[in-house]
């Protein structure tokens, strides 16, 4: 787990104006991420404040030393692959020295603003080449809430409290917080229909989750140990694993998750690092009545510090809108403190059976909602499986979304005696559906 340093002490500020008090990005943050300037050239930059800083532009300035000269040249390329690759020690001397180069009263200041461009002037792109996905269920309300609607008596199976469960995604449609999902079709079948039909879905919706980039992989065949595994997290982001329930509730059976996620899924573009929300951990939740994890996923140090505290927020902004000028609304208010699985324990297990993770692997939590009204990580949970009408403060109403509904998720780690730590937007618009050939 990552150790407090200098880098934490939320009383330093930035001589960088645009990194003001009360902004997600602060000189407590500094996360990575890969933008294409004017030139549209690809190149690895680290946000601060509403600017982003050139990373190649540094590790030539003569400016770095030894490890974090290392990570920003392997950073300053088209994706952060390399950078994930080098583990948390370049990662973390990197971090320490754009601190004290971007703290009031620096020296340097002249020769590392000519680095810095404003974030408006650039493209933001999907910060890493994604070899594969994996999306988790480990937000225990969701997989209530759910189970629920499909088994009222018993909403959650047997293997729940035993096995971080998850599924193997598909990441050629992973894209950056922006781009465009189109409706999918799919087949649908209704209940007294003899036969299904292809068409667009009709019960399109959000999932609420944090990613995980997965940093330094493992060998095949050798088992990531709990205790290890958050040295193989390279960062986090927002992610909204879009679904198509109609179609899922045709398909699932008997071998889950297919065409009604694999049509996209939405990244925020900013790698958040493991340091920056090192003040952020919280002791892993059990209650007394659950089962103890298998040895392979528990340990002391977990038990003590194995979960993160980040808020999560969900919002809709229809095009009705947008063209009258209204703002986003909020449709849920969640947190991470409701994963039932940590993220060291999605690690370790995805490796137990000796599979080899990789620089830029990129893991879905699964939607995380909360326990009551409001923190409902979807629109299947809060319509109650379409049952009941979404109202929202323009008279508009929803069961599921609409052409021209755009889904902004948002993120931040906050407590008295830290910096706020923002993750920045998740966003996608839904656009109509194709014409099918």
């Known amino acids: 787990m990552t150790a407090l340093d200098f880098t934490h002490d939320p009383s330093r500020r930035s001589w960088v104006t645009t990194a003001k008090a009360g902004s997600g990005f602060p000189l407590q943050n500094l996360p990575f991420g890969v933008v294409a300037g004017a030139a549209g050239e690809p190149h690895g930059v680290v946000r601060i404040g509403d600017d982003v800083l050139d990373l190649g532009g540094l590790a030539t300035s003569g400016l770095l030393t030894d490890e974090a000269h290392a990570a920003a040249e392997a950073a300053a390329h088209g994706t952060l692959n390399a950078l994930f690759a080098l583990g948390s020690g370049p990662r973390t001397a990197l971090r320490r020295e754009l601190h004290a180069l971007l703290a009031e009263g620096a020296p340097h200041q002249q020769t590392v603003a000519g680095l810095l461009t404003p974030l408006k002037e650039v493209d933001v792109l999907l910060p890493a080449r994604i070899g594969d996905y994996t999306d988790f269920y480990v937000g225990i ?42 409706r999918p079709h799919g087949q649908l079948k209704a209940g007294d229909a003899s036969a299904p039909e292809l068409e667009p879905t ?28 958050e040295s193989h997290v390279a960062g986090y982001c927002l992610l909204n694993d879009w679904s198509a329930r109609d179609v899922q509730a045709w398909e699932y059976q008997p071998l889950g998750p297919f065409l009604a996620k694999s049509f996209g899924t939405t990244v925020s573009p900013w790698v958040i690092t493991p340091e920056a929300l090192a003040p952020f951990r919280i002791p892993a939740a059990r209650l007394e009545e659950d089962p103890a994890p298998l040895p392979y996923l528990d340990s002391p140090l977990h038990r003590a510090q194995g979960r993160l505290d980040i808020e999560l927020q969900a919002l809709i902004w229809t095009a009705r809108m947008r063209e009258v000028g209204d ?12 994963m039932y699985w940590s993220v060291a324990q999605m690690v370790t297990h995805h490796t137990s059976n000796g599979c080899n993770l990789q620089p830029g692997d990129l893991l879905g939590s ?40 755009e889904v902004m998720l948002t993120a931040r780690a906050h407590r008295p005696g830290a910096a706020n730590i923002g993750f920045g937007e998740c966003a996608g618009v839904v656009e109509p559906a194709i014409t099918y050939p």
């Not at 309300?141 to 729940?160: E, Q, T």
């Not at 609420?208 to 709990?226: C, D, F, H, M, Q």
């Not at 499986?385 to 403060?393: D, F, H, N, V, Y």
Request: net charge neutral; hydrophobic share 30%.
């Open 141 to 182: 309300h969701h997989a209530r809430n759910i189970g629920a609607l499909f088994r009222p008596d018993s909403p959650l199976l047997p293997n729940y409290k035993w096995v971080p469960i998850g599924y193997h995604g598909r990441a050629s449609s992973v894209r950056v917080s922006g781009t465009p999902i189109t």
């Open 202 to 229: 009709r019960r399109m919706d959000f999932e609420l989750e944090l990613g995980v980039w997965i940093g330094p992989g493992n060998r095949l065949g050798a088992p990531v140990s709990l205790d290890d595994a």
């Open 327 to 338: 703002a986003p609304q909020l449709i849920s208010r969640s947190s991470s403190r409701h």
């Open 366 to 405: 699964g939607t995380l909602s909360g326990p009551t009204a409001g923190s409902e990580g979807s629109l299947m949970e809060a319509s109650h499986g379409g049952k009941e009408l979404i109202t929202l403060p323009n008279g508009e109403t929803r069961t599921f979304l609409e052409d021209g509904d």
